[in-house]
């Protein structure tokens, strides 16, 4: 789930129920069916499906956003490179089956794909991605300077990450206008996650992206590597 305004499934459903089978190459594994409601799910599914959700039962999930209308594939390869070697648990991008073969052949972390409407994420989930989101709005008009205007800016998505974490029984991921100053707060707001998308997507150099993103992996406790790697371990 993510807030405000936002609802995120946190494993992409099969739109075709069929028995999943191991398979050798990531890829592959990443573009076979899953069957969400199937009786007899296979080891390798329940294992990429532990690895997805691990970093959100930790209450340690970042996941950077490359833009929900960002169509751009040299845009959104800087962010996924940047979210891969940044230290980032998961990626965002636009609902698209090109862009989730692109990002695939550039990270083993969980993808997940954005859309405003739900039709569009059948062909994403056949190709691969691991996680869907919908998507809200936001309102927010920060006045203030430096760090003042960086918590006044995450106001509203700390407080629905209050509210909806102790409604729920779910991990509660939160977005917009989040930063490395604001993401622990959210955290300790209540959220099992935080997804970036602004502060990262909006820099011009790849360079630049990653040292972001590692500085929230930092504030956050993120060592850099760790869930890209076992991720690498679980779909090889």
């Known amino acids: 789930m993510a807030a405000p305004g936002s609802l995120g499934l946190l494993h992409a459903p099969s739109f075709a129920a069929a028995k999943c089978q191991p398979v050798a190459s990531r890829a592959s594994a990443r573009r076979a069916p899953r069957a969400l409601f199937a009786v007899r799910a296979s080891a390798a599914d329940a294992a990429n499906k532990d690895a997805v959700l691990k970093a959100f039962r930790e209450n340690r999930a970042l996941k950077i956003i490359s833009g929900l209308q960002n169509f751009d594939r040299s845009s959104v390869a800087s962010v996924v490179t940047a979210a891969d070697k940044g230290g980032a648990t998961h990626v965002d991008i636009a609902c698209d089956k090109d862009l989730v073969k692109l990002a695939m052949d550039l990270t083993n972390l969980p993808i997940c794909v954005s859309s405003v409407d739900p039709s569009a994420f059948h062909s994403a989930v056949e190709e691969g991605a691991d996680i869907i989101q919908t998507e ?101």
């Open 136 to 236: 809200g709005g936001k309102c927010s008009s920060p006045t203030k300077p430096g760090v003042l205007g960086l918590i006044e800016k995450a106001t509203p998505t700390l407080a629905a990450a209050y509210s909806i974490s102790r409604a729920v029984s779910i991990p509660v991921m939160c977005s917009s206008g989040l930063s490395s100053v604001t993401a622990p707060m959210a955290v300790t707001a209540g959220a099992a996650g935080v997804g970036v998308g602004s502060a990262i997507n909006k820099l011009n150099d790849v360079v630049a992206m990653i040292a972001e993103v590692r500085s929230i992996a930092q504030a956050m406790g993120l060592a850099p590597r760790i869930v890209s790697e076992n991720l690498r371990t679980v779909r090889h």
